[in-house]
């Protein structure tokens, strides 16, 4: 991206307005995790989770190089929602599947044109709003684990697709080249 447009995209940031409905939705920055060998199914995977921050998140657990690294988050809706939302990861690296409420909503045949990238990239991920629930909702994430794969990432955000979208625009239009 040229220097011109990245100017033009941080002005538009910049003066974009500040509004009420920014708050409307949720900021993940916690998960629970595990790493396994690869194949095991999440049922099948023992209950050994670990509380982690997600700029934390370890590139080698128990010995295991290569494998899968699971992310749980768990997070509370007051209502159920009336509007498609949508999960918005500014950095987060090649997955193998992630799940809302037991709902496959990505899955790795979505992240083919990533494999070359050595690094994190950006997703945003619609989400039906009858898979989301009033009370309690399970995010599941599946990732590569070995060490040619970043780990750590920015915060999960979940909320309505009209108010995620803008901010996600922003940030792919300065970040991307």
């Given amino acids: 991206m040229s220097y ?4 033009i995209a941080l002005i538009l940031l910049l003066l974009a307005p500040a509004t ?4 409307e939705w949720l900021h993940l920055h916690q998960a629970e995790f595990q790493v396994s060998l690869p194949g095991l199914d999440y049922e099948a995977l023992p209950d050994v989770w670990q509380r982690v921050e997600l700029s934390r998140v ?3 657990e128990d010995g295991i190089t290569v494998g899968d690294l699971w992310l749980r988050f768990g997070f509370v809706l007051d209502a159920p929602p ?7 990861f500014d950095r987060i690296g090649p997955v193998k599947s992630i799940h809302v ?12 044109p990533y494999f070359h990238v050595r690094g994190t990239v950006s997703r945003f991920i619609s989400v039906p709003p009858d898979l989301l629930r009033a009370g309690e909702n399970t995010l599941l994430i599946r990732k590569h684990h070995g060490t040619a794969f970043r ?3 920015t915060e999960v955000q979940v909320g309505p697709v009209e108010l995620l979208r803008p901010g996600y625009d922003r ?3 300065l970040v991307n080249d």
């Fill in 4 to 7: 011109a447009r990245r100017c």
């Fill in 20 to 23: 009420q409905a920014q708050i």
């Fill in 58 to 60: 370890p590139a080698e």
């Fill in 82 to 88: 009336q509007r498609m939302h949508a999960l918005r």
């Fill in 101 to 112: 409420n037991g709902n496959l909503v990505h899955d790795e045949g979505s992240d083919r």
């Fill in 151 to 153: 780990h750590a990432m």
């Fill in 171 to 173: 940030y792919t239009l």
